[in-house]
């Protein structure tokens, strides 16, 4: 059967008939219903009034056997409830027939898979065909990092997206917080758009509400220039003049990320799981403090191990489970790597889209890591990965790169998990990436692929992307492509096609806008830098009063539409944006993005005022 929930089913039979969510009031659970299954319980009838006017109430019933069960009934039938048989981890059964829709799951995390799905069944109408779904995992468990160092999303969007990515069956979200964390022992540190302690826990809230577990990450080395860079903390960097990594040999250096720490896991008391970087290391033993220290441990590779172990073993006895990037310990010999903690567990990212094909050289590290007992997390890459001001993910090789990843997990397994990883900005002070909205393509992609592995198609995703996602015909092929033509010299053809599709989207009309108006500025940008060659070749002569008369005519011409197409374009984008992110942060966006062509623009009408 076909059917459009965004990730795809492991199996989907029809059955004779129908069932119509109109026609039923009450969800019952079972009488030892898990606490986790009776807040999805709730959760899901929430949505359901919310989202499509439906009344239910929650009931306990003796005809539900499953903890993690439910039926979908009328308060006067008593439904028939059959237990799975599956035994796979977050695996669920799903069976829709005559007047009641019954789930019944492995354990909670396939409960709460199973109401994603109900959710996603509702968005065509509430009468569906009778049907048989069984469902499990590929990945077990499967990540969204959430970059906050870049556009901000404003509240209302967090919840927004909290409650899109739970719908496409994520469990966890990896949160870089930097500056926007509330930090009391780093109050200079704060961003302008940090969180409030108030709306910090209302966004915990938000997730936990929909199932999703939050993993903090806290660099303890490298990436901490939103601390360095700020006057009270430069002298503890470990190259003063570029403060992105702090000296791990630095008397306060310890004390200070144990007080981050301390905060972070005071915030998230629930966490499995806190990452801490330790990001980008290449500085390590510039500073005569870490240098002396490198000497007496083997060179900066025993200062960073040594390091690094100090704020795993913390995090690890306050509970958590400690994830630490993998790149810095490449290429150590194995006795070395030997020395992180045992229950550590490495992210190997590698963001190459390599067309789609997994070779073992991709990640040529895997066997000295399993042999020293580490576990291991898989990383792709959905957005902020192609130019420093990409404002786009380059669709193409996103979906390639999560192709052969899934390979890898198939045949180079085992991996405890995989982290679909969004950068926000390459560095703190340059400017943001493209904006979180345009990566939902991406970022879905990754979810079909975590959660199908090798029994989905990009075919398939496209289709269901553009039925599921966006409420348009599935054989409207040209939305699909338009994607993909955005960093591939098509962007002028991709706005038409999104600007045309949006006028007929039902859901998520929204993402289309912002695609739209960025393929625009694609065009722009690539327009403005064909007619910068063209000004600077008259450039000597413009300047001088000696300029061609036709050429000037022609600039003349041309300069009222530029200028006009430029102040257009900044008012859609900042229309659009502003619905979602925090207007300073707009603003400087929008400057990096425009500020150049209308310098130009200014330069050229005075310019022109002389010929």
């Known amino acids: 059967m076909a059917l459009s929930l965004l990730p795809q089913p492991k199996s989907v039979k029809t059955l004779v008939g129908s069932f119509d969510f109109r026609e039923v009031d009450t969800v019952y659970i079972s009488k030892r219903a898990t606490t986790r299954t ?34 979908l ?49 509702l968005q065509e109408g509430t009468r569906i065909a009778a049907m048989k779904i069984q469902d499990w995992p590929t990945v077990p468990y499967r990540v969204l990092h959430l970059d906050l160092q870049g556009l901000t999303p404003n509240l209302p ?41 108030e709306t910090l826990k209302e966004f915990l809230g938000e997730a936990a509400e929909n199932g999703l577990e939050i993993i903090p990450l806290v660099p303890c080395l490298g990436d901490l220039e939103f601390v360095l860079s700020r006057d009270p903390y430069r002298e503890l960097a470990e190259v003063p003049d570029v403060p992105s990594q702090i000296c791990p040999a630095h008397p306060k250096a ?56 100090r704020f795993i073993r913390y995090v690890r006895n306050a509970g958590p489970q400690v994830l630490v990037s993998e790149e810095p310990f490449r290429g150590l010999p194995l006795e070395q790597i030997r020395k992180l903690p045992k229950d550590t567990a490495l992210v190997y990212a590698c963001f190459e889209p390599n067309g789609g094909q997994f070779q073992a050289d991709l990640l040529p590290h895997l066997d000295p890591y399993r042999q020293a007992g580490l576990k291991l997390f898989g990383a792709s890459a959905v957005r902020g990965m192609d130019t420093n001001s990409c404002n786009v993910p380059h669709f193409r090789h996103r979906f390639d790169n999560m192709d052969w990843w899934i390979e890898a997990t198939e045949s180079s397994g ?38 199908s592995g090798p029994d989905s198609s990009r075919e398939s995703f496209e289709r269901r992307l553009l039925a599921g996602f966006y409420g348009l015909r599935p054989d409207m092929a040209e939305v699909a492509l338009a994607h993909y ?66 050429q000037v ?18 008012r859609e984008l900042a229309r659009l944006l502003l619905r979602r992110f925090h207007k300073e942060e707009v603003d400087d966006f929008l400057q990096d993005r425009l500020l150049i062509a209308e310098r130009l623009l200014a330069y050229l009408q005075n310019l022109l005022k002389r010929n």
């Not at 599956?86 to 409960?111: C, I, M, N, R």
């Not at 600007?499 to 065009?523: F, K, P, T, W």
């Open 38 to 71: 009776k807040q999805q319980a709730a959760h899901l009838t929430a949505e359901l009034k919310r989202h499509h006017h439906l009344s239910y109430d929650v009931q306990v019933s003796p005809n539900v056997m499953d903890p993690h069960g439910c039926l």
């Open 73 to 121: 009934t009328h308060h006067t039938r008593g439904g028939v409830f059959v237990k799975t048989t599956l035994e796979k981890p977050q695996a669920y059964e799903l069976l829709a027939a005559g007047h009641t829709l019954a789930v019944s799951a492995a354990d909670d995390g396939g409960f709460a898979c199973a109401t994603r799905t109900i959710v996603q069944l």
């Open 157 to 197: 969007s967090l919840k927004e997206f909290v409650e899109r990515v739970a719908l496409h069956k994520f469990n966890a979200l990896l949160v870089e917080y930097g500056d926007r964390f509330p930090y009391e022992c780093l109050p200079q540190a704060r961003g302008p758009h940090a969180f409030t302690p």
């Open 254 to 309: 310890e004390r200070l990320v144990r007080e981050m720490l301390r905060e972070i896991l005071a915030a998230h008391p629930r966490a499995r799981f806190v990452h801490l970087g330790p990001g980008r290391t290449s500085q390590l033993g510039q500073h005569p403090l870490s240098k002396a220290a490198a000497g007496k441990l083997g060179g900066p590779a025993g200062l960073l191990l040594q390091h690094v172990a």
């Open 414 to 451: 085992p991996f405890e998990g995989h982290i679909a990883w969004g950068r926000a900005r390459f560095g703190f002070h340059l400017t943001a990436c493209d904006p979180l909205p345009v990566a939902w393509p991406s970022v879905l992609y990754a979810a079909e692929r975590m959660w």
């Open 485 to 550: 033509g955005l960093a591939e010299d098509h962007a002028g053809d991709a706005a038409i096609v999104f600007g045309n599709a949006r006028q007929h989207a039902r859901r998520n009309r929204d993402v289309l806008e912002i695609l739209e108006a960025l393929a625009r500025l694609e065009v722009f940008s690539r327009e403005r830098q064909k007619q910068t060659e063209r000004i600077a070749a008259l450039l000597p002569r413009l300047e001088t009063g000696r300029a061609d008369p036709a």
């Open 553 to 570: 005519r022609l600039l003349r011409s041309k300069l009222p539409g530029w200028q006009q197409e430029l102040e257009v374009l900044r």
